[in-house]
């Protein structure tokens, strides 16, 4: 961007914008248009409708109802309206004195008098001044960064900037796709014959391109940064079979067809001289912890530690006991480290993780300290991986000599987000959930029947079952008027003294949350009142009963995870959503979802629909541009054509890839040497 026409004021504004060079103003696309190419007469005007419409002020004053506000009347050859405006200056009310002729553009309503439009864009004009040439765009801006200026500095842009088309001819021809220079001039400078609605809605042709060229973009940087990471070097951890075999040998159940193949693709990428970075998939249940074992067995086998980072206490706590128990027998002892231990522990487990002592490091942040170091570290699995950025991981990573990365997570990622933001890893999905796994019947119960389901939690603990109760909050909130923690174990507590019940919730300290977790998982406590710190790793097969306390407040994903707690078992399982009324939309569109399916992939494809890729994605966002014009559930089509595109032209047209990823990127990737 040259730099010399443009204030110093106004590139701090377009920098908060994300326009740091002028090839950036060319992609800085209007968020709507007005129609100034026509004149409306204003008796045609009709409420609702955005019109343009010129008359003379046959009336103007200040009034005050209930505020000063200025109070127009325009008049034209077929009738008058109102103009309002509650903020103005001086100079506007100049404007709109008595006799002065306008033009205005807005949206028409019906006001107190009839017809008015308020703060509409008004203008002084006479008999001769012309009409638009083109509908005019409405961009998106920042404070202080008016849209006259915009649009002057995106015409000399416009001007000034080659739209040469990045993509071959015969890939254009073939993709039946608009050119670029005629999409992005069109989308800048439409012409009045063309419908705002489709532009608004981007489903005109000239939108089609532009979010191919993105998704293109995309993708093209996503198989670079792939590339680039088979170019360094990591261990090659050879498969010994000795330690895998005997835990396979020693475990009560046997791993299904879905969980040995994913852990033979991971097998063969530890095996290989550069670092893998494999996202292993799984719904709720369906058996990632022993896989995540099974990998870090064959890296230990060759010698190297292991890390397991974890984003909580409790799922880290739930990972170091069921791992303590199978790796115990095999003279594998797994050292545990978190932020809340004493600092002697923390101490010992740092000294034994930094002597090589330590096989495998189990925790949760704390593992990311500069102060923890690894004497050999070979693979870092990351549990629940959206839940941390992408700084983090980098960090862990670099806590060894380009360790192997797996990442796994619990929370089923729809296709076409896979395809789209994991197109640099390598993905391996588990399928198919373990044999004696029972379905899990969900029941929608309004709050006005909660004595009911008081009754029945009481009922299931006193035939032998062991229940959860989950709730939103830890401590009171009266803006929020939820049932906290700590209220429901009171009332609980009270009003069964013949049950032992055992409170979690995320403040208190981990010994305690330790001892809870492990008496209930002993059957000493017949009812876990917790917040949502249990929504992941915990593993109680006697727990057949959850009840989630204000679920319309939860989200899809979350909903799916705590349900996931029970049906670990032989019983029968149920889940009681507890819903306060009123519902809203999504609220209501979000417990219809989760009673109607347990398939976890299914949620999350819905999901992906009710909230957008940003929510779903969490903080793996912090690490890859989102996609600003595409939407990759409605443009699924121009996804797949955007990932077979990419592999075309980084194969048979290297520079045309790089032309494209300059004009995207535009300094944002270093990926640019294809």
């Known amino acids: 961007?040259?730099?010399?026409?443009?204030?110093?004021?106004?590139?701090?504004?377009?920098?908060?914008?994300?326009?740091?060079?002028?090839?950036?103003?060319?992609?800085?696309?209007?968020?709507?248009?007005?129609?100034?190419?026509?004149?409306?007469?204003?008796?045609t005007a009709q409420p609702g409708e955005a019109v343009q419409v010129q008359g003379t002020v046959n009336h103007s004053e200040i009034a005050f109802r209930p505020r000063r506000t200025l109070v127009c009347r325009l008049k034209d050859n077929s009738g008058e309206l109102y103009l309002r405006f509650l903020n103005f200056y001086p100079?506007?009310?100049?404007?709109?004195?008595?006799?002065r002729q306008i033009r205005a553009i807005g949206e028409v309503r019906m006001g107190y008098f009839g017809l008015e439009m308020v703060h509409p864009k008004c203008r002084a004009v006479d008999d001769d001044t012309p009409l638009q040439s083109s509908l005019t765009p409405v961009y998106p801006t920042t404070a202080g960064l008016s849209q006259a200026v915009l649009r002057k500095l995106i015409t000399n842009a416009l001007e000034a900037m080659p739209l040469t088309d990045t993509l071959p001819d015969a890939l254009l021809h073939k993709l039946h796709l608009a050119g670029f220079a005629e999409s992005i001039q069109l989308l800048h400078n439409p012409p009045p014959d063309i419908a705002a609605r489709s532009l608004e809605q981007r489903s005109h042709a000239a939108w089609r391109r532009i979010k191919f060229d993105e998704l293109l973009a995309q993708q093209l940087s996503m198989r670079l940064h792939h590339r680039e990471r088979s170019k360094r070097a990591a261990p090659a951890l050879a498969p010994h079979r000795q330690l895998t075999a005997r835990l396979l040998n020693d475990l009560p159940f046997t791993l299904t067809r879905a969980q040995h193949r994913t852990f033979t693709e991971i097998s063969r990428d530890l095996a290989q001289p550069h670092p893998m970075q494999r996202l292993l998939l799984g719904d709720v249940g369906s058996g990632k912890t022993i896989v995540?074992?099974?990998?870090?067995?064959?890296?230990i086998e060759n010698g190297y530690q292991v890390a397991l980072l974890s984003p909580t206490e409790i799922l880290a706590e739930q990972h170091f006991l069921k791992l303590r128990d199978w790796l115990k027998p095999l003279g594998i002892m797994p050292v545990w480290l978190s932020g809340s231990l004493r600092k002697k522990e923390k101490q010992l487990a740092a000294e034994r993780i930094e002597s090589g002592e330590a096989l495998l490091a189990i925790g949760t942040h704390a593992l990311f300290?500069?102060?923890?170091?690894?004497?050999k570290l070979g693979l870092a699995i990351v549990d629940e991986q959206h839940k941390f950025g992408v700084q983090q991981r980098l960090a862990l990573r670099n806590k060894g000599n380009e360790p192997h990365q797996l990442m796994m997570s619990a929370t089923p990622i729809p296709r076409t987000l896979a395809m789209s933001y994991y197109a640099d890893l390598d993905v391996s999905v588990i399928d198919e959930l373990p044999p004696g796994r029972t379905p899990v019947v969900t029941k929608l119960v309004s709050d006005a029947r909660r004595t009911e389901v008081i009754d029945r939690v009481r009922a299931a603990c006193m035939e032998g079952q062991q229940a959860y109760w989950v709730c939103p909050l830890i401590d009171e909130s009266e803006a929020l008027q939820l049932q906290t923690a700590l209220e429901t174990y009171q009332l609980l507590t009270d009003t069964f003294p013949d049950l032992r019940i055992g409170l979690v919730h995320g403040r208190l300290d981990s010994t305690e949350k330790m001892r809870v977790m492990e008496l209930f998982k002993a059957g000493e406590l017949q009812l876990l009142v917790a917040t949502t710190v249990i929504e992941v790793g915990v593993d109680?097969?006697?727990?057949?009963?959850?009840?989630?306390?204000?679920?319309?407040?939860?989200?899809?994903?979350?909903?799916?995870?705590?349900?996931?707690?029970?049906?670990?078992?032989?019983?029968?399982?149920?889940?009681?959503?507890?819903?306060?009324?009123?519902?809203?939309?999504?609220?209501?569109?979000?417990?219809?979802?989760?009673?109607?399916?347990?398939?976890?992939?299914?949620?999350?494809?819905?999901?992906?629909?009710?909230?957008?890729?940003?929510?779903?994605?969490?903080?793996?966002?912090?690490?890859?541009?989102?996609?600003?014009?595409?939407?990759?559930?409605?443009?699924?089509?121009?996804?797949?054509?955007?990932?077979?595109?990419?592999?075309?032209?980084?194969?048979?047209?290297?520079?045309?890839?790089?032309?494209?990823?300059?004009?995207?990127?535009?300094?944002?990737?270093?990926?640019?040497h294809v």
């Not at 010399?4 to 504004?13: E, G, M, Q, W």
């Not at 103003?25 to 204003?42: A, G, M, V």
């Not at 300290?369 to 004497?375: A, T």
Request: with cysteine; charged share 25%; hydrophobic share 45%.
């Open 1 to 43: 961007m040259q730099t010399t026409k443009i204030s110093p004021a106004n590139l701090v504004k377009l920098a908060r914008l994300g326009i740091h060079h002028r090839a950036e103003l060319l992609l800085h696309l209007p968020l709507r248009y007005e129609d100034e190419t026509h004149l409306s007469p204003i008796a």
């Open 91 to 99: 100079s506007q009310q100049k404007q709109l004195a008595e006799g």
């Open 292 to 299: 995540a074992a099974l990998a870090a067995l064959q890296a």
């Open 369 to 375: 300290q500069d102060r923890i170091s690894f004497l």
């Open 540 to 672: 109680v097969p006697n727990a057949s009963l959850m009840v989630i306390d204000h679920a319309e407040r939860m989200g899809l994903a979350q909903l799916h995870q705590l349900r996931g707690r029970v049906g670990r078992g032989k019983a029968q399982s149920l889940c009681i959503l507890l819903y306060q009324q009123p519902l809203s939309e999504l609220a209501r569109a979000r417990l219809k979802i989760i009673f109607e399916s347990g398939d976890g992939f299914a949620i999350a494809q819905q999901d992906l629909q009710l909230r957008g890729p940003g929510e779903l994605l969490g903080a793996r966002q912090s690490g890859v541009a989102m996609l600003r014009f595409a939407d990759i559930s409605a443009d699924e089509d121009l996804l797949d054509q955007a990932r077979h595109v990419a592999d075309e032209l980084l194969r048979d047209f290297p520079e045309a890839a790089r032309a494209h990823l300059r004009r995207w990127m535009s300094g944002k990737h270093d990926y640019l």
